[in-house]
């Protein structure tokens, strides 16, 4: 029932926003060396001609369940964003399993993507909060299986009120669930095409309060690999303080990553590296980290691509890194 009573609340559309941080760590951000090394070729490619990921194959939402990967990734056919899965024992070898969402046209989706997103299993269910509509707002998707979905009626985080940091656009979801709460990290756009990261909080996943001091992350200075936009936030916790894979847009349309860590999850500070492709595949993007945390190690899975372009038809194709963080 409390599903249900969340949802009609977030129906009304009625913006919600509060003072909160992730539970502060004890230690504060230092110096951090990281050590960045990615396989030479890509895990997965896009499909065959006539295919739902023809044209690119980005945005993997990795999760290891029950000893299976599940890569929850974004397919682009050349006109429609779908989202699909594929399994892997190993987090290398993929195994596609076909499309599981497609926008619906006739509903708040609008036909032109359902995707970029990010999975979680809760309970017995996965969830997937995804991007839709126009202007993109989030919705969300949950299964019993991983393979058969469906979609909540209506989004659950709406754009923001006229003139706000996100009063065009909320995007690029990834979401984390930390001491009960969920916290979704996600781009915003405003009227000037600017494209900033936020952050919001729900006790179910549906029902989200936006942080009142959003943006959490500024575009970059002139000149740098970030100065036309940030999206594609992925979070998590190692060596007691909060981290962020994000991408940056630069001048010409080249996307590359970069790396900040904070002690609250809300006031970041930049760490000085830049994650530029360095094979043919992905020399003109490298994007939309996932992350998962063993140890000391950190595997990554991310989207790279070799016509540089903010959105699309980039020969899409997902690689794989391994990221060792030293702190000083």
Not at 115 to 120: Q, R
Not at 269 to 292: F, Q, Y
Request: net charge neutral; glycine share 12%; proline share 6%.
């Amino acid at each position: 029932m409390r599903l249900v009573a969340s949802l009609l609340i977030a129906l009304t559309g009625c913006g919600r926003y509060d003072d909160f941080t992730l539970p502060p760590k004890a230690r504060s951000p230092g110096k951090a060396l990281p050590d960045w090394r990615e396989r030479p070729a890509p895990v997965m490619s896009f499909g065959s001609p006539g295919s739902w990921d023809y044209v690119d194959a980005l945005n993997p939402s990795v999760l290891l369940h029950q000893g299976k990967f599940w890569n929850f990734y974004s397919g682009f056919d050349g006109k429609v964003w779908h989202t699909g899965v594929a399994t892997s024992q190993d987090g290398i070898h993929w195994d596609k399993r076909g499309k599981i969402l497609s926008p619906d046209p006739a509903s708040w989706e609008g036909g032109y993507i359902a995707a970029n997103g990010s999975a979680l299993h809760v309970g017995e269910e996965w969830w997937y909060w995804y991007q839709a509509g126009d202007p993109p707002r989030i919705g969300l998707a949950r299964s019993r299986d991983g393979l058969h979905w469906e979609k909540l009626p209506a989004s659950v985080l709406e754009t923001g009120p006229r003139g706000g940091w996100d009063e065009r656009g909320v995007a690029d979801p990834y979401v984390v669930r930390i001491g009960g709460w969920y916290y979704m990290y996600f781009l915003g756009q405003d009227r000037a095409r600017r494209q900033r990261l936020g952050l919001a909080r729900s006790r179910d996943g549906v029902e989200w309060w936006k942080l009142r001091a959003n943006p959490i992350l500024e575009l970059g200075e002139l000149g740098s690999f970030d100065e036309l936009g940030l999206g594609e936030p992925a979070i998590w916790e190692s060596q007691d303080r909060y981290w962020m894979l994000y991408t940056g847009r630069s001048v010409g349309e080249r996307r590359r990553m970069s790396l900040a860590q904070s002690r609250d999850g809300v006031n970041w500070e930049r760490v000085p590296i830049v994650i530029a492709g360095s094979r043919p595949w992905n020399h003109a993007v490298v994007c939309d980290a996932t992350v998962l945390v063993e140890r000391e190690q950190l595997r990554i899975w991310f989207g790279g691509g070799d016509v540089p372009h903010p959105a699309e038809n980039i020969h899409g194709q997902i690689g794989y890194a391994e990221l060792r963080i030293r702190s000083q």
